[in-house]
């Protein structure tokens, strides 16, 4: 798998339940969200100008994905917000279609562009590392099923770990089906 079908197998409705752990606090909070992922090819004007915004050749780009979430954690105070959109372009490394550049126009932990790095490793989990001016943030995605997406990330913040969160994303059709789910996803969700 590479990064571009890593995305392809990512595209659909995602209901996402989310902990993450205010280390320095030593508190947990608790949020879910709706998570959609649209699939974007090379050809594709919103993959042209993100790769243009970056000064990077659009021609090096193989595709992306257009991604939109709407949110609450736990904590939120009345004026937070937690819902948005952003265009992720993919760059691979030349000789390895496995890692590369991901190309965005808002970042996660500050809405700016950025870009992060990206590879798949043995276990076919996108890892993702991005650094930005005041923090790095290292994500990891997997599948423990094909309607079950997991991610794990750690922000650093200032020199020290600041948060650690835990996700657990069920692809929407799988909530919303009238038959019974498969056996797999009938044990990871305890049904």
Known sequence: MDGLQFFQQSAGQWQSLRTTHHLPFRRAENGDAQISVETLTADDERITEICQMHDVDPQTAVG?????????????????????????????????????????????????????QYHIDQEQALVLVTEYESMSINERFWFSHPDVRLRASTVKRFGGLSTATFCAEIRAQAVSQTEPASEPLQSFWGW
């Open 64 to 116: 992306g994905a257009f991604i939109s979430w709407d949110g609450s954690m736990e904590w939120d105070r009345e004026d937070e917000d937690h819902s948005g959109t952003s265009v992720f372009s993919l760059v691979p490394d030349r000789d390895n279609p496995k890692q590369g550049q991901l190309l965005r126009e808002r970042g996660y932990a500050e809405v700016v562009p950025v870009i992060g």
